[in-house]
């Protein structure tokens, strides 16, 4: 069973808007930091944004600030990175991921567990 679940990829215009959700799968996350990492294709996994239980989100990677947001509901069962004024170069499969330790930190090495990714497409 694959611990988290990603959703809402798809396709999109450059200048629109998708708002991934993660999701825990059989256990919940509430007390753990979550996130987001992209890799498009040839290219290494690279974090995009990260926010710890409390609601305290780590700095945005330069490439998305300003147009990507993470949130995380009042239950603390879901995560969104919603994402907005997309650009082709956002074409990536998209990534969340678990920090037991609740650091939030960029690195992918920092992370329990992982979801099998979502695709996002981004046409010109």
């Known amino acids: 069973q694959v611990p988290l679940v990603e959703s809402g990829g798809g396709l999109v215009q450059a200048g629109g808007s998708l708002r991934l959700s993660c999701a825990a799968s059989g256990w919940t996350f509430s007390n753990y930091a979550v996130g987001w990492f992209r890799q498009a294709p040839g290219k290494e996994r690279e974090f995009v944004a990260a926010?710890?239980?409390?609601?305290?989100?780590?700095p945005y990677a330069d490439s998305v600030k300003g147009r990507f947001t993470i949130s995380r509901d009042n239950a603390k069962t879901t995560v969104y990175l919603q994402m907005n004024s997309l650009k082709p170069e956002d074409t990536a499969v998209y990534y969340c991921?678990?920090?037991?330790?609740?650091?939030?930190?960029?690195?992918?090495?920092?992370?329990?567990?992982w979801g099998q990714g979502t695709q996002v497409t981004v046409s010109s």
């Open positions: 926010i710890n239980w409390t609601g305290v989100t780590s």
């Open positions: 991921a678990a920090d037991l330790l609740g650091r939030g930190v960029p690195g992918a090495a920092a992370y329990d567990y």
